[in-house]
Each structure stands twice: as C-alpha cells, then as structure tokens.
C-alpha cells in the first residue's frame, strides 16, 4: 500500500468525462455492412460540418459506442478547434490519441492547453502520464517543478503532491517527503501532505513511523476523515504485529527532516524544488 493508494483517494474531480467514458466503453462490434453503412453516414455528416453542438455531442458519443476511433477523433478536431477557449475538449482529444497509441499527439494537444495556461492540473497530470509510459519521467520531473516555482508558497498543493508521487515512482523516497514537508509547511491545514508522508514511509516498511504520520494527518483532518485515517492506521498496526516488525523506528523519519531542512532555505521552500 502506497503513494498510488493516495493518488485514487486524491484524483476525485480530476479527471475528464471522456476517461470514464473510453474505460466503460462497450467492445468494438463486428465490422458488418450495417455497421459500416452507419460509419459512412457519420462520416459525411461530420464532414458536412453544419452539426449544431449538441449534435456534436450526441454523434461523438454514438462514435465512442461503435469503436469508430478515427471519426470520433476527426470530430473532437473540429470541436475543439471551434472552441480553442474550452480546455476540457483539447483534453478529451488528448485522452483519445493517447489510447489510439499516438503519444505524440496527445503531447501536442497538452502542449496547447498548458501554453495557454501553464498550471491547468488535468493536462499537466495526463502529461506527466503520457512522458512516464514513454520512460521520459525526467522531463516530466523537470516541468512540474517549474511549474512550482511560478505558483509560489500556498498555491501549489496539487502540483507538489504530483511531483512527490512521481518522485516516488522512481524510488527517491527521501525527495518525495522532503517535498511533502514542504506543502505541509506552506498551507498546515491540509492533510494530504500527511496522509502522502505516511503512505511514504510505509511503503518502506517503516510502521511506527508512518502511524506517527497519521497522528499529524488525524489532527489536521476533519472530522469526515477521521475515521478513514482511523482504519488505516488500525490496518497497519496490525500488519505490523502480523509480521513482527520492531515497534519503535520514528527517529529515522525525524532525522531525515533535520537532514534536509538544516540548510539555509530559499525563498518559498523552493530549495526542495531544485532536485538533483
């Protein structure tokens, strides 16, 4: 159990309809004469161009139904060209390349939602996906922290907590928690930065020191929270008898935040965003 744990309890409300809608989509039918007599149909009508925007709508979503990849793509073009101020259609075509296996192009799209508006947290986080299944995780790494540094101290929680995640996909633990301590120290009544440290240092084995976590997160959350970060820390306690790990292991967690908070700190914490 780990930071990916977080990552599901966190994204509520950060996902794009289209995601759900591609992951419930039914199988693609059997290429008949009728299916594809409906295909063509389709076709001219999207190339006719004259569809009102629910129509559009309404025949994107019979394409997604039908499988028809191509014309549900050829589409989202002219919608979201039509509509360049809507971010949400850019990003339904960008989830759409990226699972017809055409990274580059969703890239592209991305790219022209976060030129336009560099912090917009459903692209930067489809695009930090896209640059990982492409192994380019430092890329990725490199534009979340400018990104950081443009939002400044108390603006940037959601962003800092995609960088501690990605940095702990790539096992620098350390990194990930030091900037976690960081959010914490910027906005104190949040309890992600908690609940992410926890989640941490319990995918390292470190039990004593990951209840210790949500203590700091139970204090912080509300009381709708509670008792979900109350199950937890009872889960772990218990696995951690189960396995017979040694009950005391705090201090190491304690001497890794004098490590790395015992430096002179740059303006808005930014220290812990120069990475390697």
Same mark, same amino acid.
């Given at each position: 159990?780990?930071?990916?744990?977080?990552?599901?309890?966190?994204?509520?409300?950060?996902?794009?309809?289209?995601?759900?809608?591609?992951?419930?989509?039914?199988?693609?039918? %059997?290429?008949?004469?009728?299916?594809?007599?409906?295909?063509? @149909? !389709?076709? /001219?009508?999207?190339? $006719?161009?004259? =569809?009102? *925007? %629910?129509?559009?709508?309404?025949?994107?979503?019979?394409?997604? @139904? !039908?499988? /028809?990849?191509?014309? $549900?793509?050829? =589409?989202? *073009?002219?919608?979201?060209?039509?509509?360049?101020?809507?971010?949400?259609l850019r990003l339904m075509l960008a989830e759409l390349r990226r699972t017809q296996n055409d990274p580059e192009g969703a890239e592209r799209e991305l790219r022209l939602i976060l030129h336009r508006t560099p912090a917009h947290l459903e692209a930067l986080q489809m695009l930090t996906l896209v640059q990982l299944e492409q192994d380019r995780a430092p890329e990725a790494e490199q534009r979340l922290r400018e990104v950081m540094r443009q939002l400044g101290a108390g603006?940037?929680?959601?962003?800092?907590?995609?960088?501690?995640?990605?940095?702990?996909?790539?096992?620098?633990?350390?990194?990930?928690?030091?900037?976690?301590?960081?959010?914490?120290?910027?906005?104190?009544?949040?309890?992600?930065?908690?609940?992410?440290?926890?989640?941490?240092?319990?995918?390292?084995?470190?039990?004593?020191?990951?209840?210790?976590?949500?203590?700091?997160?139970?204090?912080?959350?509300?009381?709708?929270?509670?008792?979900?970060?109350?199950?937890?820390?009872?889960?772990?306690?218990?696995?951690?008898?189960?396995?017979?790990?040694?009950?005391?292991?705090?201090?190491?967690?304690?001497?890794?935040?004098?490590?790395?908070?015992?430096?002179?700190?740059?303006?808005?914490?930014?220290?812990?965003?120069?990475?390697?």
């Amino acid at each position: 159990m780990g930071l990916a744990l977080l990552a599901v309890l966190l994204a509520a409300g950060l996902g794009w309809e289209l995601s759900g809608a591609l992951r419930q989509r039914r199988p693609e039918p %059997a290429q008949d004469s009728t299916g594809d007599a409906e295909r063509d @149909l !389709l076709r /001219s009508r999207i190339m $006719a161009g004259d =569809l009102s *925007e %629910a129509e559009q709508y309404e025949l994107l979503d019979r394409l997604l @139904l !039908l499988g /028809s990849m191509p014309e $549900a793509l050829m =589409l989202l *073009e002219q919608m979201a060209d039509r509509r360049s101020e809507d971010p949400g259609l850019r990003l339904m075509l960008a989830e759409l390349r990226r699972t017809q296996n055409d990274p580059e192009g969703a890239e592209r799209e991305l790219r022209l939602i976060l030129h336009r508006t560099p912090a917009h947290l459903e692209a930067l986080q489809m695009l930090t996906l896209v640059q990982l299944e492409q192994d380019r995780a430092p890329e990725a790494e490199q534009r979340l922290r400018e990104v950081m540094r443009q939002l400044g101290a108390g603006e940037r929680m959601e962003v800092g907590l995609m960088l501690a995640e990605l940095l702990g996909r790539q096992e620098r633990h350390q990194e990930a928690r030091a900037v976690l301590r960081m959010l914490a120290g910027e906005q104190p009544g949040d309890v992600r930065p908690h609940l992410a440290r926890a989640l941490s240092v319990m995918d390292q084995g470190n039990t004593a020191a990951a209840l210790a976590e949500l203590e700091t997160a139970r204090a912080v959350a509300g009381s709708e929270l509670q008792p979900l970060i109350d199950g937890l820390a009872a889960s772990w306690s218990l696995e951690a008898m189960r396995d017979g790990e040694p009950p005391s292991s705090v201090e190491s967690l304690a001497a890794e935040d004098e490590a790395t908070s015992g430096q002179p700190e740059e303006s808005g914490g930014d220290q812990e965003l120069r990475g390697r």
